[in-house]
């Protein structure tokens, strides 16, 4: 079963500034790697899959990078409506366990 | 747009077997398509529950698989979810989902606004 740690667990960072937030796999997922958003009361919302295209509608500010093990999502210039949690989830390992990871919370400074 | 809404009870008590359906809406489920359930604990993270697909194949999370049931009615555009010998650790927030590309290996496109279900006496 493949593993996965998202790290760290709370980033604080200043609106305007650039965040980066990481997610390892105990083994390799190749690109197989979805990044998630989700608000206070909101389902999560796919943000990244193929571990760099956004999704429809995504704001080009959000960008994710990474291949195998190592992955990770950058949010360029943070606006008051990225503060929430991140999560990234495996899907080359099917059916999987826990396929998502713990999440990272992304808060103002 | 495909648009997704759970429902069921919001209270099951502990022992009984948790039922939540998900209508979905824009889009044909016999079309085609993997359609989720996901659940997320009060202040925890998501945990993947299982997927069906409409010809009634299913996936389940290995963790789960022996309480879970996940069926397809496509003639109501609805799948369902039952949980069984539940637990106060099965409450969470319940989503349906379904998959961004027509196969279970993809990542959830769309989902449902999630209903909390407690298990209590």
């Known amino acids: 079963e493949i593993v996965m740690t998202q790290s760290p667990a709370t980033l604080s960072v200043s609106p305007g500034e650039r965040a980066t937030l990481s997610c390892r796999a105990s083994?390799?997922?190749?690109?197989?790697l979805a990044w998630y958003q989700q608000k206070p009361g909101q389902a999560p919302r796919l943000l990244i899959y193929?571990?760099?295209t956004r999704a429809t509608g995504i704001p080009a500010r959000f960008s994710g990078s990474g291949s195998g093990t190592e992955f990770t999502l950058t949010i360029s210039s943070l606006q008051s409506e990225d503060f929430a949690v991140y999560y990234c989830?495996?899907?080359?390992?099917?059916?999987?366990?826990?396929?998502f990871g713990q999440g990272t919370k992304l808060e103002i400074k | 747009q495909v648009q997704l809404q759970e429902s069921g009870p919001g209270l099951v008590k502990p022992s009984e077997t948790l039922s939540l359906t998900c209508a979905v809406s824009?889009?044909?489920?016999?079309?085609?398509?993997?359609w989720g359930w996901i659940r997320q604990p009060p202040g925890k993270g998501l945990e993947w529950i299982g997927s069906?697909?409409?010809?009634?194949?299913?996936y389940y999370n290995p963790s789960l698989k022996s309480r879970v049931t996940i069926s397809v009615d496509t003639s109501k555009n609805q799948f369902s979810l039952k949980l069984s010998s539940v637990t106060a650790a099965d409450t969470a927030v319940y989503y349906c989902?379904?998959?961004?590309?027509?196969?279970?290996?993809?990542?959830?496109?769309?989902w449902g606004q999630g209903t909390l279900v407690t298990v209590s006496s």
């Open positions: 989830q495996q899907y080359n390992n099917w059916p999987p366990g826990d396929t």
């Open positions: 193929g571990a760099s």
């Open positions: 069906i697909y409409h010809s009634g194949s299913t």
């Open positions: 824009g889009y044909s489920i016999s079309s085609g398509y993997y």
């Open positions: 989902a379904r998959h961004l590309r027509p196969y279970s290996s993809s990542p959830f496109g769309y």
């Open positions: 083994q390799s997922v190749s690109s197989n």
